[in-house]
């Protein structure tokens, strides 16, 4: 018999029997579709991290506080990185275009009988060019308001639009922390970073935000929650990081190790692609589980089709069927089930994708290899487990096989 005439006849036996080709099917069915939608899924939030840790400004380092052994063991951080160093790197290391000091904190924020939490962050006018910020209305603070402690205020778009709606806020009055500040400007909208809504957040002189909001808690100066540098260009970024740990290291009398940690959006990413590629591969191989899951039921399913089919193996065998034509059909039926519980598998696993891509933030992508992947194991797997039923079957003794029935 040949092999287009088994595979015939393994079609017509498991379509007479739909409902239990089907349930047979349905574990292959889930675990293809769970691989291929949790790869794609992973490789989403790894395109997603990517995209926004780019928006956080070309070419752009973080120096903060602490050492990276100091950040493991403990959220109180030090409070060693002041404003004097931020000026310090201006001044001194040639690599650096530009230099944002940075402090920030979650305070109420109040107009008139709206109230809400916000972030509200105390910056200097380099914050804008460094961060790739941009003013949709009004002007941003300037070097005087930072000089003047001046209490004046510019919105990220989100809130604004929560606050004064479709009204002009540029002149308005809001208090953060029971003070009294003044609007002077509206952000253009940012978007989301790790889960954080960067429209949603305050902007004030970073002195304001130090003498009049927190109050100064280092005694070396105004202390800072990072500072962000952007290098000179991408090739600069090496010699940067370096010019800047040793300024600060200078500047902070360090013998030992550094009270401070400088990260690159490259080590920064690196780090984030490490955390979702490894979830990635542990929620993949979760879901591998019912590949395996679905060939051991291919298998029981088969064997119990042996049993109940032993008076047709047996006439099969009495009018000259060889053991071989017996084990190529069982082991086509068996390849038929998981191959048909793969493509369906896919097709649903292509379809969670699509949709996650369309109802989150999430650009989930179709990994052509995942598919291939997936495809060719639930194959595999129908052909490993169908190997001890097809084997049973052709090893039945045709005349034990008719007496049987």
Do not use: C, W
């Not at 040949?2 to 379509?15: F, H, N, Q």
């Not at 879901?287 to 298998?299: D, K, P, T």
Request: proline share 4%; hydrophobic share 45%.
């Amino acid at each position: 018999m040949d092999i287009l005439e088994s595979a015939k006849m393994a079609g017509k036996t498991l379509t007479a029997n739909k409902l239990r080709s089907t349930l047979t099917m349905l574990g292959i069915i889930i675990g293809n579709a769970s691989v291929i939608a949790m790869i794609g899924i992973g490789q989403g939030a790894q395109k997603l991290a990517s995209d926004q840790f780019e928006s956080l400004g070309p070419n752009v380092l973080f120096v903060s506080p602490g050492s990276p052994e100091a950040s493991r063991r403990t959220f109180d951080l030090p409070r060693t990185l002041v404003l004097a160093d931020a000026k310090a790197i201006a001044a001194q290391v040639p690599s650096v275009q530009g230099v944002a000091p940075q402090r920030q904190s979650q305070l109420p924020v109040v107009y008139r009988n709206l109230n809400t939490s916000s972030l509200v962050l105390g910056v200097t006018p380099e914050f804008l060019p460094v961060r790739s910020f941009d003013v949709a209305k009004g002007r941003f603070v300037t070097e005087q308001d930072v000089e003047r402690n001046t209490q004046v205020v510019a919105l990220g778009a989100d809130l604004a639009t929560r606050f004064f709606g479709n009204q002009d806020p540029i002149g308005q009055e809001i208090r953060i922390k029971g003070i009294t500040f003044r609007v002077i400007g509206v952000m253009q909208p940012k978007g989301a970073f790790l889960g954080n809504n960067q429209d949603d957040t305050a902007f004030v002189p970073i002195t304001t935000h130090a003498n009049r909001l927190t109050g100064r808690t280092s005694p070396y100066g105004l202390d800072l929650t990072f500072i962000a540098i952007s290098a000179k260009n991408e090739a600069s970024i090496p010699a940067a990081e370096f010019q800047v740990t040793n300024l600060l290291r200078l500047r902070h009398k360090v013998t030992d190790e550094d009270d401070f940690t400088i990260q690159t959006q490259k080590d920064i990413l690196q780090i984030v692609g490490a955390v979702t590629g490894g979830l990635t591969i542990m929620l993949s191989a979760i879901a591998a589980i019912s590949l395996v899951v679905g060939g051991i039921g291919i298998m029981n399913i088969m064997l119990v089709s042996v049993t109940e089919r032993t008076q047709e193996i047996g006439l099969r065998k009495a009018i000259g069927a060889s053991q071989h034509d017996i084990l190529i059909q069982f082991m086509i039926e068996a390849v038929i089930l998981s191959a048909a519980g793969g493509f369906l598998g896919t097709a649903i696993g292509v379809g969670g994708i699509v949709l996650v891509g369309a109802l989150s933030p999430l650009q989930a992508s179709v990994s052509p290899i995942a598919i291939a992947i997936a495809t060719g194991v639930s194959g595999g797997i129908g052909l490993f487990f169908g190997v001890v039923p097809a084997r049973q079957a052709a090893r039945l003794d045709p005349i034990v096989a008719l007496r049987s029935t």
